[in-house]
Structure formats: structure tokens, C-alpha cells
């Protein structure tokens, strides 16, 4: 169990809590590329508790405080023109770097404009999601991890919304026993069948069905280490004496978790703090072999939310979707066959924030354990003015060893060096590997 200050600690993100200023000295996923596109590019953006606006125009985007800074107007219903953002109330015109480009309201030759300015941060454009940086100081460099720098056709991005604490919404990704319970089918399903869908595929190597194996072999043998990056989870099910079924998994420090999909597919997925209660996951899928198919997998993701807040259809006020007919015959859970409707019904049900003092933790939590005990000390570095991890200089980016993530099945004896020779070829193999990193967008 954990102590309600602890619980606070490592949870809060907004006003002046700890944990918020940790997570300000990294880049945060804000928006997906999709969300600045049509006749009217701007959006709101609400970000550890506090209200920006974000915008593109032909020279850029640009992420700005929300609050006009002449009287206090929301800049998320300004127009686009004059090549900057304007006010509606009296007309102040702001470019993306916030400095103040008229003041039309006052006297001619007023100079009032050159003594404004909104504050601005930084942003980057990768792979289909805007990052920005609302920190102090310079930005960190970006990780160049392979989400971020695969070409464009072998990546796809999309978010979700979800009604609770960030770090609940993490924590599901780090916990591989959970699968084999919330994310049971009672039947497989055909994996060509299955395109762009989790657990509708079978381990690399085998065409043995992911959700056979979660659904026969319940008491995985689970271990951790840590890294330059966060935390690999290794996740063993023994088939038989002579076969091991490996699932190699990634905690991204601090809000992200990098996991298979496919044999040939990645997820990496951030865990935004909105505020206090509420988050947005952000996913990359990121391709190793084939250019995605981003129409079939957007429209398939459609289905299940609603714009413009991509909110899921499925959720506490319809029950999920529950059927218990279906939780007899179909799924553990009776709430479809979507895993991000389960992993979403187990974190919002335990609350906006999770009250960690009523837990009692098991060995297959160490992930979890682990976690909290990496974050907690990133926070007291914070704190201390000293640098935590993953908050990386150009020089130790370079460095870093992205996070491998596969599914197989392996020999008993050699897993280890078998899975990440198996990685190495899965990785030497994609037309992409040898391509540089794109170049930011502004």
C-alpha cells in the first residue's frame, strides 16, 4: 500500500505540484497533425492544468497561453490572417513566436504592440503528432526512436480520451499479467482478418494466436530491468519444456510505454496529463515492413470515438457497452472487442485518482512497483535542480538505445539472446532503417 502523500505526490500535475514540473521538463504530445487541418486550424490545448491555443499558418505553427493578454479573451476563437493569430474582442494580432503584430484599437502610432508579449514554446511535428515544450529553459533534445523517425507512410497516429489520472492510464501498459484476464477471448479470431487491431495477430515466428496464449497460460514469469530510457519488461509464459512464449515490452520514461502489435508493427503511446483527472493517450504505430494502410485504421478507430475530442463511445456512462451474454460466451469482460474499451474501463473505475492506500500489490506488479520508484526519484531530481532521466542533451539522444518490443515464440533455453537476435533482424530488415531522421517542421 502506499501513503496518501505519496499517492499525491507521484499524481498531481497542476498548480505547483512536484510531479507537473517534472513532466514540464519534457516534450508532451498535444495535438495529432489531423486536429490542424480544414478551413480553421486552431485548437485548444489544455496541458497539466493550464489553457493554450495552438495554430497553424503558412509559416508554421505556433502554441501560445490561451488568455489574450490585453483583457483576458480566449485566443482558442481567434481568426486566422494577417499572418498570425487575432483576438476577436478588440483585434491584437499575434504571431507564433507571440509577439504582438498590431493593436488596431488604439490611436494611430500608438506603440503599445511593441511593448507586448504572449508567451510562446516551442513545438515539433513527428510522424503525425505535435509535441510541445512548456517547460523552462531550452528543450531537451527528442529521442530518436524509431516512431519518430520513420518515414511517413510506415508510421500512423491517433489519441483517446480518457476520465482519470495519468498515471492509472500508464500503469495498465506496464502490467503484463493483465492481459491474460481483461484482454481474454474465449475464441481466436482469424489474424487476416484482424489489420490494424491489437492481439488479432500471432507471434513472430509462429502461428500460434496471441490470445490463445494469454488465454492458456495465466502466471507469466515477469522480469525487469532498468535502462538508459526507463524500464524493459520481459513477460515469459512456458509453453512446454522445450518452447517459451516472450513478450518484450517498454516503459519510455516518463509517460510512455512501447509494446508489439504485430509481427511487424510497434505501438508506442504517451500518457498526456491534461490535469489532474483527466488524460489523452497518443499512439504511433510504426511499421517495420509494409507502408500502413492509415485510411482502414483511422476509419476503424472512427468507429469507436467521437469528434472533436476523441472521446470513446464506449464508457461510464453507457457501462462500457456491457452485455453479460457476451461476458458468458465471448470476451471476460463483456465490453466488445476493442482492448482499449477494457484497459479503459479498468483505469476510469478505479476512480478520477486511484486511491494506491486501499491497493495490495503482488509479484507480478513489479513493473508497476518498479516504475513508481523510478518516477518518484526523477521528481526529488527535479526538485534538487538536477537532471532526470530522459532529459537528454543532443549528445546523450545520439546514445540512447531505442526501445526493442517484439512478440515470439522462442526456445526455453536461450530466450533472451534468442528474441533480441530476432529483433535485430526484424529492425535490419525495414526499407527505412539506414533513412535519417526527418527534420522538424518548424
Not at 499524481?11 to 505540484?17: A, I, N, P
Request: with cysteine; net charge negative.
Amino acid at each position: 500500500m502506499m501513503s496518501a502523500s505519496d499517492n499525491e505526490f507521484l499524481t498531481r500535475v497542476e498548480g505547483d505540484h512536484p510531479c507537473g514540473r517534472l513532466m514540464s521538463m519534457y516534450w508532451q504530445p498535444v495535438a495529432l497533425s489531423e486536429e490542424l487541418e480544414g478551413v480553421r486550424p486552431v485548437r485548444p490545448v489544455r496541458l497539466l492544468g493550464r489553457n493554450y491555443v495552438l495554430f497553424r499558418n503558412e509559416t508554421g505553427i505556433g502554441l501560445l497561453d490561451r488568455d489574450c493578454p490585453h483583457r483576458g479573451a480566449d485566443l482558442a476563437f481567434g481568426r486566422l490572417e494577417d499572418g498570425g493569430l487575432r483576438c476577436p474582442f478588440h483585434g491584437w494580432l499575434f504571431d507564433q513566436a507571440g509577439n504582438c503584430l498590431e493593436t488596431p484599437a488604439e490611436p494611430e502610432g500608438s506603440t503599445l504592440c511593441k511593448r507586448i508579449h504572449q508567451r510562446s514554446y516551442p513545438v515539433v511535428e513527428r510522424s503525425g503528432v505535435i509535441f510541445a515544450y512548456v517547460g523552462e529553459g531550452e528543450p531537451p533534445a527528442l529521442p530518436p526512436i524509431d516512431c519518430l523517425t520513420a518515414p511517413d507512410a510506415y508510421t500512423f497516429a491517433f489519441k483517446g480520451l480518457l476520465e482519470c489520472n495519468w498515471l492509472q492510464a500508464l500503469e495498465v501498459g506496464i502490467d503484463p499479467g493483465h492481459a491474460s484476464f481483461l484482454h481474454r477471448f474465449f475464441e481466436d479470431e482469424d489474424p487476416a482478418e484482424g489489420y490494424g487491431k491489437q492481439f488479432r495477430d500471432v507471434s513472430a515466428n509462429s502461428d500460434l494466436p496471441i490470445t490463445q496464449v494469454l488465454r492458456e497460460y495465466d502466471r507469466p514469469d515477469i522480469n525487469v530491468e532498468e535502462t538508459d530510457y526507463g524500464l524493459r519488461i520481459e513477460t515469459l509464459r512456458h509453453l512446454d519444456s522445450k518452447t517459451t512464449h516472450v513478450r518484450v515490452t517498454n516503459l519510455l520514461f516518463p509517460t510512455a510505454f512501447v509494446i508489439p502489435m504485430t509481427p511487424e508493427i510497434t505501438i508506442t503511446q504517451w500518457h498526456v496529463p491534461v490535469d489532474d483527472v483527466t488524460t489523452y493517450w497518443y499512439a504511433i504505430f510504426t511499421s517495420y515492413a509494409d507502408p500502413l494502410d492509415k485510411k482502414q485504421m483511422r476509419d476503424q478507430r472512427l468507429e469507436s470515438c467521437t469528434l472533436p475530442d476523441y472521446r470513446p463511445i464506449r464508457n461510464k456512462r453507457n457501462d462500457y457497452g456491457f452485455n453479460a451474454e457476451e461476458q458468458a460466451t465471448q470476451t471476460y469482460t463483456g465490453m466488445g472487442h476493442d482492448i482499449n474499451v477494457h484497459d479503459q474501463w479498468a483505469i476510469e473505475s478505479q476512480g478520477l485518482i486511484q486511491d494506491r492506500t486501499r491497493e495490495h500489490l503482488g509479484q507480478s506488479d513489479k513493473a508497476i512497483i518498479a516504475y513508481r520508484r523510478q518516477l518518484k526519484a526523477a521528481i526529488r531530481q527535479a526538485q534538487g535542480n538536477s537532471t532526470p532521466i530522459m532529459v537528454l542533451d543532443e549528445a546523450s539522444a545520439g546514445t540512447l538505445s531505442a526501445p526493442a518490443s517484439i512478440d515470439i515464440v522462442s526456445p526455453a533455453e536461450g530466450w533472451r539472446e534468442f528474441w533480441r537476435s530476432a529483433e535485430d533482424v526484424r529492425r535490419s530488415k525495414a526499407v527505412w532503417s539506414n533513412q535519417p531522421a526527418r527534420e522538424d517542421a518548424n
